[in-house]
Nanobody, 117 residues
Framework: QVQLVESGGGFVQPGGSLRLSCAAS????????MGWYRQAPGKERELVARFTKYGPTLYADSVKGRFTISKDNAQTTVYLQMNNLKPEDTAIYYCYLRTDFASPTYWGQGTQVTVSS
């Protein structure tokens, strides 16, 4: 039984910043991939940023240069620093964690980010 608890979402004006966090309820022997998706109304779920042991850190083109993903391995926590936020960043943000390709993906509960003046 694994829970991912998200925090840090909220309302912010364009150009502002938010920092999301996602903490796992326990540690793991290994982690294949962990990161963040988002889903805006009427749009498909989009991969925002992730760590994976199979390649370099990945960012969606729409957030490169503005968002930074980081992690605390000891606490099994992943963060998403979001700077220079735009209205099109408005979405529900979900963190995820997968221990290996054969295992289910664990998801956070989602946190709403709203960027509006």
């Amino acid at each position: 039984q694994v829970q991912l608890v998200e925090s840090g979402g909220g309302f912010v004006q364009p150009g502002g910043s938010l920092r999301l966090s996602c903490a796992a309820s326990r540690s793991f022997f290994t982690i294949d991939s962990m990161g963040w998706y988002r889903q805006a109304p009427g749009k498909e779920r989009e991969l925002v940023a992730r760590f994976t042991k199979y390649g370099p850190t990945l960012y969606a083109d729409s957030v490169k240069g503005r968002f930074t993903i980081s992690k605390d391995n000891a606490q099994t926590t992943v963060y998403l620093q979001m700077n220079n936020l735009k209205p099109e960043d408005t979405a529900i943000y979900y963190c995820y964690l997968r221990t290996d390709f054969a295992s289910p993906t664990y998801w956070g509960q989602g946190t709403q980010v709203t960027v509006s003046s």
